[in-house]
């Protein structure tokens, strides 16, 4: 039988329609009814394509005794947040309030005044990664309306009180190992968009620590499907309208499938992100393409993102003044043939529409087009479509810009950091190991401060009031490591080892979860953890990741313990929702491994330090120096061979013989390049 969401417009309220819940649509009527009955609502948000709302609908609201449940205790409202953003903003605002964090399905519970007073997002049918089960928090909220009525806050504190007093043990599941990661590859191919690159259908985020996991699966395992995935989506992202095909830097999603047209705000996390990502894939294969894009990439982030004080700005916004002083989205990034005419005249202007796919109907709004490369790697002459790039660039820069928002985030700023070090020393640019390290210093010297703690943000050079958050500790021990990789500093080693302490100390639970606020951090209704990636790294893999790099540096049996425990994760997630979990995967390669460790006792920059920095052996950590300095536990006892610099890799308590031969060391690091088909 149908609820009364059968009459809706919306198809995500339709996907609930045969649901045996007896789901009310967003209405006076719904709260007259809560009223009238005196139980609480439950408000539960989503939308047509999240994927973790299907997992829940079918586990929770398909099944018969649970809706009983939801039914008898409850009036429940469901809302398409694509539909009603406003509710959605209203009680997103109160969960991240509350948790630190948000996402969909978005679970409320709420007085007959719809005001919030229990927050959530997905909670599992049984007790796992963390969670309650979904049960247990109905129940808890039962119990709390029915004995202790009025008490909003206490409620949801006795809630809080109740649940915690639950076992919510993580981690036993153990580590992923190949079956995990066949069958995580398995889904991710499941989900490839043959035709278009990229994974799933519209809207189409760049899924970069996706990408990342199927270059280390290649790297690891040789399988030519994850590489030529990995060839083909990159591809398509850095041809299509979500990259700037005129200044480089790449906006936040495409809407459509085809890569087309862009949701314009540019973001500091998918520009790092992809950066780094472009590089690796440059260094799987030579192309010419990804060499392009990562270092475009970069030299936006620079020119663009760069503050003052040296750190990365986190975003450029999607709406700029157009001709008319109206704020419109992508303004500062379309063109019209008449605007190209303008700039270019006739003749370039008919060889710019056809580069670009600049059309008379446009490919965005009112006759508008977005910059793409249709033709792909059609033979074009390169003199003048640089030419006509650089002419059209200098035109846009005499638009109204986007604004930029300024607030320097150490996670987001960890992750440039780590991208700029490596594409600085893949190719040989200088610049952007310096830029990677001032804004290292950003961190350490604001972000750090005196306090001995990670402040999330900082603005003009002063740190913000916030704690850091896991996901902070992470992305910035990833940066800091990727950085003492590239310049041979052991300092930065030291550093990402004092963030990954306080990691052990104050964010670590039993079994192996981890939790997104520390332990001494401001106490809400409920301690937040979140082991999903979804636009960054979540905390939970970000440390992992950095917690078993830190570990393959140093041998400490600690670090190491608790990455493997944070694993158990990945173990449960990666077969299930592979896409959800891309940098736990990639971390997860990585362990199965080794990782390799690589010393090179000799120059920073040297020939053996540059083979090393390219080999693609998932995670392999690497130190350069001069022998026995101590910065780098990995270079003690570690002598020249015949006076020439030397390489010693060592991977599972096994170790090499030491080599001077740069095309040997290659060899072992599986630096050897790979040509996909058609690459």
Known sequence: MANRLAQSTSPYLLQHADNPVDWWPWSPGAFEEARSRNVPVVLSVGYASCHWCHVMAHESFEDEATAAYMNEHFVNVKVDREERPDVDAVYMEAVQAATGQGGWPMTVFLTADAEPFYFGTYFPPEPRHGMPSFRQVLEGVVSAWNERPGEVTEVAGRIVHDLAGRSLAHGGEGLPGESELAQALLGVSRDYDEKHGGFGGAPKFPPSMTIEFLLRHHARTGAEGALQMAVDTCGAMARGGMYDQLAGGFA????????????????????????????????ATGSELARRVALETADFMVRELRTAEGGFASALDADSEDADGKHVEGAYYVWTPAQLREVLGEEDAAFAAAYFGVTEEGTFEEGSSVLQLPGGAATVDG??????????????????????????????????????AETGAYFERPDLIERATE??????????????????????????????????????????????????????????????????????????????????????IRRPQDPTDSATPAGWTAAAGALLSYAAHTGSEAHRAAAEGALGVVKALGPRAPRFI???????????????EVAVAGPVGGELHRTALLGRAPGAVVAAGVTGGGEFPLLVDRPLVGGAPTAYVCRHFVCDAPTTDAGELARKLGGERTEPAGG
């Open 383 to 420: 003199a003048r479509a640089a030419d006509v790039r650089a002419r059209l660039l200098a035109a846009r820069e005499e638009r109204a810009r986007p604004g930029r928002d300024d607030k320097v985030v150490a996670a987001w700023n960890g992750l440039a950091i780590a991208a700029l």
């Open 252 to 283: 936040r999603y495409s809407v459509d499938r085809e890569w087309v047209v862009p949701h314009f705000e540019k973001m500091l996390y998918d520009n790092a992100l992809l950066c780094r990502v472009y590089a690796h894939l440059w260094r």
């Open 439 to 524: 804004a290292a210093d950003l961190l350490v010297r604001v972000h750090m401060g005196d306090v001995a703690r990670l402040a999330r943000t900082s603005r003009d050079g002063r740190a913000g009031a916030n704690a850091g958050v896991l996901e902070d500790y992470g992305d910035v021990a990833e940066g800091f490591l990727a950085l003492a990789a590239v310049t041979g500093e052991g300092a930065w080693l030291e550093f990402a080892g004092f963030l990954l302490d306080i990691v052990l100390a104050h964010f670590t639970g039993e079994g192996g979860q981890l939790y997104d606020t520390a332990d001494d951090a401001e106490q809400l």
């Open 582 to 596: 891309g940098w736990g995967l990639a971390v997860a390669e990585a362990l199965l491994d080794g990782p390799r």
